[in-house]
Nanobody
Framework: QVQLVESGGELVQAGGSLRLSCAAS????????MGWFRQAPGKEREFVAG????????YYADSVKGRFTISGDSAKNTVFLQMNNQAPEDTAVYYC??????????????????????WGRGTQVTVSS
């Protein structure tokens, strides 16, 4: 089983920065990729960023390109999301996800929530205007 625990969410002012962390405890699975998704009130969950552990490739939603950076340590199965120049529309619950099957072969795969096998419970990020 894999457990994911997110941390770092809090209230921040528009234009500010925040760094989210996600630690995956892995017992019997290998993690091939990790991602961040978010869900705002009344909206569907959407992709934010993803990272492939095998070569470090990263993928982003257009809405966060140039502002957010995903990084991590594959040996520790820990992933981070650095969020800069935040805007009120970034307000959401942010979820960490992990893929234990090596099937995310294309950049577009990272945006598909069904490609991930394990999910954290989320951490709230609120950006005030």
């Amino acid at each position: 089983q894999v457990q994911l625990v997110e941390s770092g969410g809090e209230l921040v002012q528009a234009g500010g920065s925040l760094r989210l962390s996600c630690a995956a405890s892995v017992r019997t699975f290998r993690i091939y990729a990790m991602g961040w998704f978010r869900q705002a009130p009344g909206k569907e969950r959407e992709f934010v960023a993803g990272i492939r552990w095998t070569n470090g490739s990263t993928y982003y939603a257009d809405s966060v390109k140039g502002r957010f950076t995903i990084s991590g340590d594959s040996a520790k199965n820990t992933v981070f999301l650095q969020m800069n120049n935040q805007a009120p529309e970034d307000t959401a619950v942010y979820y960490c996800a992990a893929a234990s099957v090596n099937r995310l072969n294309y950049g577009t795969d990272y945006a598909r929530s069904f490609m991930y096998d394990f999910w954290g419970r989320g951490t709230q990020v609120t950006v005030s205007s």
